[in-house]
């Protein structure tokens, strides 16, 4: 696609609830992040994937929080059991070449704004 | 110590001003940088990278310092249209290069 798409834009959950949120990469991107930034935050980094491989997931919060991309594609960001310290914005974002390689440039998508109440 | 430190702001100046930011980073095998802009309820969009001889774009000048491991923004000429969020951008050495935000800094600029 054209650009990086996430969807549900908006999402309110009750406390408790399980959410999934969906990453749409630009084609053919390797690299893909998901971010949490809370208000008045900046980004902070979730878990990295290139390709399918989930390579970092060191800034997932808790167990409660997992991320696959099963075919190195579409990603999807599951939160279970959501806490009100869950509400954030939660951005995608991918690059077109391995990280291992010069400077890269993330697009990121509009984001997916969670409210957990 | 956060990986990327930045003055949050706000920085309030008027039109026409010239406007500095600076970014600390910790890690000092850290490769690439970048200032990225955000305005409100949007995502984040790369304004520029930083490259270790400086570089200029128009009115905005990035300059990186390794030796004090800091990067800068300069802004000439603030429009009203530069008000918005500066991040500042850490992408790591090594390993698959994790990419570092820092919280940002608030420009508004007044008429």
């Known amino acids: 696609g054209a650009g990086v798409s996430q969807s549900p834009r908006y999402k309110v959950a009750k406390r408790g609830q399980d959410v999934a949120l969906r990453c749409d990469p630009i084609s053919g991107h390797v690299s893909l992040f998901w971010y949490q930034q809370a208000l008045g935050q900046g980004p902070e980094f979730l878990t990295y994937?290139?390709?399918?491989?989930?390579?970092?997931k060191s800034g997932l919060p808790s167990d409660r929080f997992f991320a696959e991309r099963p075919e190195g594609s579409v990603s999807t960001l599951k939160i279970q059991r959501t806490q009100q310290e869950d509400s954030a914005v939660y951005l995608c974002?991918?690059?077109?070449?391995?990280?291992?390689?010069?400077?890269?440039?993330?697009?990121f998508g509009a984001g997916s704004r969670l409210t957990v109440l | 110590r956060k990986e990327v430190e930045q003055d949050p702001g706000p920085f309030n100046v008027p039109e026409g001003a010239t406007v500095a930011f600076n970014c600390t980073y910790s890690n000092s095998a850290s490769q690439s940088f970048f200032w990225y802009r955000q305005d409100c309820r949007k995502e984040p969009k790369l304004l520029m990278s930083v490259y270790s001889s400086g570089n200029e774009d128009g009115r905005f000048t990035a300059q990186l310092n390794r030796a004090s491991q800091y990067i800068s923004l300069l802004i000439r000429d603030s429009k009203l249209s530069d008000s918005a969020t500066y991040l500042c951008?850490?992408?790591?050495?090594?390993?698959?290069?994790?990419?570092?935000f820092g919280i940002g800094t608030k420009l508004q600029v007044i008429p």
């Open positions: 994937f290139q390709n399918e491989a989930q390579l970092d």
């Open positions: 951008v850490v992408k790591e050495s090594g390993g698959y290069q994790k990419v570092t």
């Open positions: 974002a991918s690059s077109s070449r391995g990280t291992d390689s010069g400077a890269n440039v993330l697009t």
